[in-house]
């Protein structure tokens, strides 16, 4: 494919989007972000009453419209209360591979706009002082958040304004090495978020159209399974961009653009799915078609909702997904070039 993408611009926006924490829920500030962008770039927004995002893209033809269905809501934490000794005790949100946020830096989010640092601990969290600090089970009622303030008890920790309900989020720790993986949490989904992203600096730095009616749709709970329950009437199709799965029988590698035929939630359209895989063969795209076991979408959630739509998946590949995450810009740049073929060449 002769086109050439501007990693530079991709790479910059992925790592600003990462930066901004956005738990499912607590979203605003990320979506106001692209909805910036989106305006400097010359393209509508507006939000529907859920807070997601629309980016309407022009078509060369109004007569039919394919929706990008991605996410910018995350994992991460909520305030479920305040430990006697002053600590949090906090709930889930969404499926956090819990073993990992051991030992990882935190902000708590108060609803006076208040941010205060911590970091979410074992509550065995020292190996000289207990027992069983190396072996206690790393779940929600093992572990808290110790909080960077002079606070020994719940009345401390009440005066700084944190209550149950605040939103909890983890530093991601967004790393590009040299070799081109860029490591961090929330590449689900703020990877695809960026190659969806990337198509409007590509759309305008080319001067080209899509041949359809174009809307990406930002997702603000997806993580939590209704993200694009309901989507605008005039979509006659989806085409999601979520992370691709990588390890067990599946054949995907950070460097490729996954193509998902069936995840959890059954199987996605077989015209769709079959034109993905066909640009991806004729035009040397790295591509790996696998089966997501324990997976949904955007997508899914947009079915499930009774919208009278058909459906696809794709998504650069990620590991170690809902812990540490890894992705490459190679898995990057193939998403982009995979759904800009869709999307500008006859069907």
């Known amino acids: 494919m002769n086109i050439e993408l501007n990693r530079e611009f991709t790479l910059k926006l992925l790592e600003q989007i990462i930066n901004i924490p956005s738990p499912t829920g607590y979203c605003r500030d990320v979506i106001a972000f692209i909805e910036k962008l989106a305006l400097e770039l010359g393209y509508k927004f507006e939000r529907n009453k859920k ?22 809501d995350t994992l991460g934490a909520m305030v ?3 430990n006697k000794h002053g600590t949090i005790r906090f709930t889930s949100i969404g499926g956090n591979l819990l073993p990992t946020l051991d030992g990882e830096y935190c902000k708590i989010h108060t609803r006076s706009g208040k941010i205060y640092t911590g970091t979410i601990l074992s509550s065995s969290p020292s190996v000289h002082v207990f027992e069983d600090a190396k072996t206690r089970d790393r779940n929600e009622e093992n572990m808290m958040v ?21 939103y909890i989020s983890v530093d991601p720790k967004f790393t590009v090495t040299d070799s081109g993986f860029i490591k961090s949490r929330y590449m689900d989904d703020k ?14 730095r080319l001067g080209t159209k899509p041949k359809n009616k174009v809307k990406i749709l930002i997702s603000t709970y997806e993580e939590v399974g209704h993200g694009c329950a309901n989507i605008p009437d005039d ?47 004729r035009h040397g795209i790295r591509h790996a078609v696998d089966i997501y076991p324990m997976y949904g979408s955007d997508v899914s959630s947009s079915l499930k909702g009774g919208n009278d739509i ?15 995450e890894r992705t490459h810009i190679d898995g990057i740049e193939n998403t982009i070039k995979l759904i800009y073929a869709y999307l500008t060449e006859v069907q």
């Open 235 to 281: 979509i006659d199709e989806l085409v999601g961009i979520d992370m691709g799965c990588v390890g067990l029988d599946l054949s995907c590698t950070e460097q490729e653009v996954s193509i998902c035929p069936k995840d959890s939630s059954g199987p996605y359209d077989y015209d769709i799915t079959g034109r993905l895989i066909e640009l991806a063969r």
């Open 51 to 72: 807070g997601n995002g629309i980016i309407e893209i022009e078509g060369e033809s109004d007569d039919y419209c394919i929706g990008i269905p991605v996410h910018v």
């Open 80 to 82: 479920r209360s305040i």
């Open 310 to 324: 058909r459906g696809g998946l794709i998504g650069p590949g990620v590991h170690a997904s809902h812990g540490m």
């Open 146 to 166: 110790r909080i960077d303030e002079a606070a020994s008890n719940r009345e401390d920790v009440q005066k700084l304004g944190i209550s149950t309900g605040d």
């Open 191 to 204: 990877a695809g978020t960026a190659c969806a992203l990337s198509l409007l600096e590509l759309f305008r």
